[in-house]
């Protein structure tokens, strides 16, 4: 078990339990990384009921009600997208926070506007919601683990203030 991204999980679930509140998550390029993350937390389906794996764009659409013409025009790998997923995301699960991560972890797939390390990040709170993208280095598993850390780390900063 990594502990970093156990001791995270743990700090979350701490905080959000004081706050009465809960999450869900929205992963593409992670691949169920964070979910899998804070369910190994005991106790975490008290604040953690469900997550949505959408790695497709059929799933996001189909799942997260992202708009099939917005995935096509623009790609799953940009603001747009993670914004409406994590609207959909917490909207289905009635969660009070939620991420969504889209990128590119790699071997192939990058672009030259969307290099393989690109990942594009969004995090609902109660104060709204807040994108970044991150151009991380690394191979595909790097990629992927450090898109978990940050979506952790940030979920983290947006519960406790």
């Not at 096509?72 to 969660?95: D, F, I, L, P, T």
Request: hydrophobic share 40%; with cysteine.
């Amino acid at each position: 078990m990594n502990t970093t991204l156990y001791n995270l999980s743990e700090q979350l679930g701490h905080a959000l339990l004081k706050n009465k509140a809960t999450v869900t998550t929205a992963e593409s390029c992670t691949g169920g990384g964070v979910a899998s993350a804070i369910t190994d937390v005991p106790g975490s389906s008290k604040w953690f009921h469900r997550g949505f794996i959408t790695y497709a764009n059929q799933a996001k659409h189909e799942m997260l009600n992202v708009s099939a013409d917005l995935l096509k025009a623009e790609g799953a790998v940009c603001e747009a997208v993670v914004r409406a997923m994590v609207e959909g995301a917490a909207q289905e699960a009635g969660a009070d926070y939620a991420v969504a991560i889209s990128g590119v972890a790699g071997p192939g797939g990058g672009s030259s506007n969307k290099p393989v390390g690109t990942v594009w990040f969004a995090w609902l709170s109660p104060q709204g919601i807040s994108c970044q993208v991150h151009r991380f280095t690394g191979d595909r598993a790097s990629v992927r683990e450090q898109a978990v850390i940050i979506s952790l780390q940030e979920l983290l900063h947006k519960v406790t203030g």
